[in-house]
């Protein structure tokens, strides 16, 4: 397993929430499970660009972290279910606000992103 070199420094709240949620889809796996979407088949049909793997690794850490539960069914084929934990169920009002708010920004921040990727990345963009 991979163990990591040097470990995060964990100041302030957003830092804790940044080492949490860190990964391209736990938001959106989060949100899907939220609205009943358990199985992993089901939320790769949700995230169609995610990988099998990626999808595993990053349902792993959430269990890690304490925001969904796997409960593992003994039957054949096996058959593997997550759920939000009270304690994960308390992001989902801040997962909405933050989709509320793409929302009513989606024009422009689709411009923002279509010129990024179309003239590269400017040097004020990354610093």
């Given at each position: 397993m991979y163990e990591r070199?040097?470990?995060p420094q964990l100041n302030c709240g957003l830092d804790l929430v940044g080492e949490v949620l860190y990964g391209k889809w736990k938001i959106r796996?989060?949100?899907f499970i939220s609205e009943?979407?358990?199985?992993?088949?089901?939320?790769?049909?949700?995230?169609?660009?995610?990988?099998r793997r990626v999808l595993n690794v990053q349902l792993k850490e959430?269990?890690?972290?304490?925001?969904?539960?796997?409960?593992?069914?003994p039957v054949m084929p096996p058959k593997v279910e997550y759920d939000l934990t009270?304690?994960?169920?308390t992001l989902i009002?801040?997962?909405h606000a933050i989709g509320l708010?793409?929302?009513?920004h989606q024009d422009r921040l689709r411009d923002v992103?279509?010129?990024?990727?179309?003239?590269?990345?400017?040097?004020?963009a990354t610093e």
């Amino acid at each position: 397993m991979y163990e990591r070199k040097i470990q995060p420094q964990l100041n302030c709240g957003l830092d804790l929430v940044g080492e949490v949620l860190y990964g391209k889809w736990k938001i959106r796996i989060l949100w899907f499970i939220s609205e009943g979407h358990k199985r992993p088949g089901e939320l790769q049909r949700k995230i169609p660009d995610v990988s099998r793997r990626v999808l595993n690794v990053q349902l792993k850490e959430l269990e890690s972290h304490e925001l969904v539960t796997r409960k593992i069914y003994p039957v054949m084929p096996p058959k593997v279910e997550y759920d939000l934990t009270e304690f994960g169920s308390t992001l989902i009002p801040l997962i909405h606000a933050i989709g509320l708010w793409g929302d009513e920004h989606q024009d422009r921040l689709r411009d923002v992103i279509a010129r990024q990727y179309a003239g590269g990345m400017t040097a004020e963009a990354t610093e």
